[in-house]
């Protein structure tokens, strides 16, 4: 059964930088491709980067040249490392597998809080 524990948010001033990383276990990580996903107030579930169990990225529109995400395969971990944050980032932000079925998904773990905020 997978968990996952994800860490590292907090408050950060505009233009400020976070990394987040998220623990993996109950899976075979390194053959997943896995996701980091937000969502804000009042909004849904929106997906941020993904990254293929070779290491290949993807992302959102919003976030590409600012993230960056990375992954140890023998750590089981995946990392959202987050540069000029703006406070349109603000959001819980959540790991995951991804899949392109994951707006299905019934587990998501605790995630963790990102403010951008002066």
């Known amino acids: 059964q997978v968990q996952l524990v994800e860490s590292g948010g907090g408050l950060v001033q505009p233009g400020g930088s976070l990394r987040l990383s998220c623990r993996a276990s109950g899976i075979i990580f390194s053959f997943i491709a896995m996701g980091w996903y937000r969502q804000a107030p009042g909004k849904q579930r929106e997906l941020v980067a993904t990254?293929?169990?070779?290491?290949?990225?993807n992302y959102a529109d919003s976030v590409k040249g600012r993230f960056t995400i990375s992954r140890d395969n023998a750590k089981n971990m995946v990392y959202l490392q987050m540069n000029s944050l703006q406070p349109e980032d603000t959001a819980v932000y959540y790991c995951?597998?991804?899949?392109?079925?994951?707006?299905?998904?019934?587990?998501w773990g605790q995630g963790t809080q990102v403010t951008v905020s002066s």
């Open positions: 995951n597998l991804w899949r392109r079925d994951w707006g299905t998904f019934d587990y």
């Open positions: 990254i293929t169990s070779g290491g290949i990225p």
